[in-house]
């Protein structure tokens, strides 16, 4: 069965960095096109970078210039590289794959999900 394990989630100052990581088990990354999401307290989960046909990259405005999606396929593993971290940035992320890619960055296309890891950001 497919499974999705978030790490590196943890707490920085504002104007900080921090990588998180997906590990993906059960099947081959490459399989799939893989995502990231994020959830403030009391909001919405909204789409904040995906990738997609010949490593194409699609980011949420608000990380747009300071968020990095990648993967690595030998580690089966996806990454997202947060530099330049504002508390806004702050609440759960949470690593989705997707089995047929589509344009954006929408939760409802992506059929698979980790259980998310928590980033919080002072100021």
């Known amino acids: 069965q497919v499974r999705l394990e978030e790490f590196g989630g943890g707490s920085v100052q504002a104007g900080g960095s921090l990588r998180i990581s997906c590990a993906v088990s059960?099947?081959?990354?490459?399989?799939?096109?893989m995502g990231w999401f994020r959830q403030a307290q009391g909001k919405e989960r909204e789409g904040v970078a995906a990738?997609?046909?010949?490593?194409?990259?699609t980011y949420a405005d608000a990380v747009k210039g300071r968020f990095t999606i990648f993967q690595e396929n030998d580690k089966n593993t996806l990454y997202l590289q947060m530099n330049t971290l504002k508390p806004e940035d702050t609440g759960m992320y949470y690593c989705?794959?997707?089995?047929?890619?589509?344009?954006?960055?929408?939760?409802?296309?992506?059929?698979?999900w980790g259980q998310g890891t928590q980033v919080t950001v002072s100021s």
């Open positions: 990738l997609g046909f010949r490593e194409t990259t």
């Open positions: 989705a794959a997707a089995r047929r890619r589509y344009s954006g960055i929408d939760a409802a296309d992506f059929d698979y």
């Open positions: 059960g099947s081959t990354i490459s399989r799939f096109y």
